[in-house]
C-alpha cells in the first residue's frame, strides 16, 4: 500500500523523541516512523531507517522511471517519422502516436500527483546533527499529523510530503 511520507526535522534526538513518543500515543505504528542523523548525529532511542531508506532507493527508482518513460517517449517519436517516411498505411502511425501520448499522460499524472522529497534535500541540516524523522501515514491523516507536530512542537521544520511504498520499505 502507499503512504505519504512526511519530513520533519528536529535540532536534536531529544525533541525527535519528543514528536516520535507523542505521534505512538496518537496510533502511529512505530515501524512506520524512521529517524536518520548526519555524522555523529543521535538517534539512540528512536526507530532507524532501513537501509533502503538511508540509501533514498525509493529517489533511485523514481529516477529510473522518469528515465525509462522519457526513452519510451523518444523511441516511439523516432518510430513515429519512420513509419511516416515509409509506404505504409496511415494507421500505422497510430501505435508509435497512442505509445507517445501514454507516456506523455504517465509523465504528466507523475509530474503533476506525485510528491517528491528526496534526503538529498535534507543533507545539510543533517551535517549540523539535526535529525530528520519520516512518518508514513495514510493520505487522509496527512492533514492531522502535521498540525499536531507544529502545534505541540513548532521547532520542528516541514520538510515535505513524499511516498513510501510499504512492500519495498522505501
Known amino acids: 500500500m502507499m503512504k505519504r511520507r512526511l519530513y520533519f526535522l528536529l535540532p536534536d534526538a ?4 519528543m514528536v516520535v513518543n507523542e505521534l505512538e500515543a496518537r496510533g502511529i505504528e512505530r515501524n512506520f516512523i524512521h529517524a536518520i542523523a548526519g555524522r555523529g548525529g543521535d538517534v539512540n532511542g528512536l526507530p532507524g531507517a532501513s537501509r533502503m531508506q538511508l540509501n533514498d532507493l ?12 522519457l526513452a519510451l517517449f523518444f523511441l516511439a ?3 513515429l517519422v519512420v ?9 500505422w502511425l ?13 509523465g504528466l499524472e507523475f509530474v503533476m ?7 538529498a534535500e535534507f543533507q545539510s541540516a543533517m551535517r549540523h546533527r ?13 492533514a492531522d499529523v502535521e498540525e499536531t507536530v507544529h502545534r505541540r512542537h513548532p521547532e520542528a521544520i516541514t520538510g515535505g510530503v513524499g511516498w ?3 512492500a519495498l520499505q522505501v
Open 58 to 69: 525509493g529517489a533511485r527508482i523514481e529516477h529510473y522511471l522518469w528515465g525509462g518513460n
Open 164 to 166: 513510501s511504498v510499504n
Open 83 to 91: 513509419f511516416a517516411l515509409l509506404p505504409l498505411s496511415w494507421w
Open 77 to 79: 517519436l523516432i518510430a
Open 113 to 119: 500527483h506525485t510528491p517528491n522529497v528526496h534526503l
Open 130 to 142: 539535526e535529525i530528520l524523522l519520516m512518518i508514513d501515514v495514510p493520505a487522509g491523516q496527512v
Open 14 to 17: 531529544e525533541h525527535a523523541r
Open 94 to 106: 497510430l501505435l508509435p502516436a497512442g505509445i507517445m501520448l501514454v507516456s506523455f499522460l504517465t
